[in-house]
């Protein structure tokens, strides 16, 4: 069992920058696929970047260049550093570990950007 907890979001204006941490409880996790979903309002959730324990990374074609995924497995602690946000990139944002049929959800912290 892995338990998420993310942290880091809040309100930012347009352009500014912020970096979202989520980290795991429990063992293995550099054996996880991480990744970062949103959601906003009267959206369905979506796929924002994801880092596979190889460290090979993917992105929405709406975050590329503005947004980066890392982890540090050593801290069990998957990172996104978001830049240059903009209003559509207000939502909450959920951390999600994989690996085989176990999927781990955290409880999403809300980040909005506005001015």
């Known amino acids: 069992q892995v338990q998420l907890v993310e942290s880091g979001g809040g309100l930012v204006q347009p352009g500014g920058s912020l970096r979202l941490s989520c980290t795991a409880s429990?063992?293995?996790?550099?054996?996880?696929?991480m990744a970062w979903y949103r959601q906003a309002p009267g959206k369905q959730r979506e796929l924002v970047a994801a880092i596979t324990s190889g460290t090979r990374t993917n992105y929405a074609d709406s975050v590329k260049g503005r947004f980066t995924i890392s982890r540090d497995n050593a801290k069990k602690t998957a990172y996104l550093q978001m830049n240059s946000l903009k209003p559509e990139d207000t939502a909450v944002y959920y951390c999600?570990?994989?690996?085989?049929?176990?999927?781990?959800w955290g409880q999403g912290t809300q980040v909005t950007v506005s001015s």
């Open positions: 429990g063992s293995l996790f550099s054996i996880y696929a």
């Open positions: 999600n570990a994989r690996w085989t049929s176990s999927d781990y």
